[in-house]
Nanobody, 127 residues
Framework: QVQLVESGGGLVQAGGSLRLSCAAS?????MGWFRQAPGKERKFVVA???????????AYADSVKGRFTISRDSAKNTVYLQMNSLKAKDTAVYYC????????????????????WGQGTQVTVSS
């Protein structure tokens, strides 16, 4: 069982930045962030997976490319989502997800590519 603890959400003005964190309690091979805006379905934002040789693979939704960056601290079993140039349309509940199994990377864009989910953290961007 892997538990995820998210932090870093909040209220920010358009053009501002926030950094989300997600700490995992157990071993994982990939983590990702999804978001759900009011009245909409949860959507993929970004994913990262890693291998034994230390190489990372990342993927971003087109809507956040160039503005969001995912990184990880393997010693802390934590991933970070740096969000810059935030827009009102980025307002959503952001969910961290993690998976303890190796899968083909395309799965990481899908909710089915993860076994564990965090409780969600609210990000509100005022225009």
């Amino acid at each position: 069982q892997v538990q995820l603890v998210e932090s870093g959400g909040g209220l920010v003005q358009a053009g501002g930045s926030l950094r989300l964190s997600c700490a995992a309690s157990g071993r994982t091979f990939a983590m990702g962030w999804f978001r759900q805006a009011p009245g909409k379905e949860r959507k993929f934002v970004v994913a990262i997976s890693w291998s034994a040789d230390g190489g990372d693979t990342t993927a971003y939704a087109d809507s956040v490319k160039g503005r969001f960056t995912i990184s990880r601290d393997s010693a802390k079993n934590t991933v970070y989502l740096q969000m810059n140039s935030l827009k009102a349309k980025d307002t959503a509940v952001y969910y961290c997800a993690a998976d303890p199994f190796r899968r083909a990377f395309f799965n990481r864009r899908l909710e089915s590519g993860y076994n564990y989910w965090g409780q969600g953290t609210q990000v509100t961007v005022s225009s």
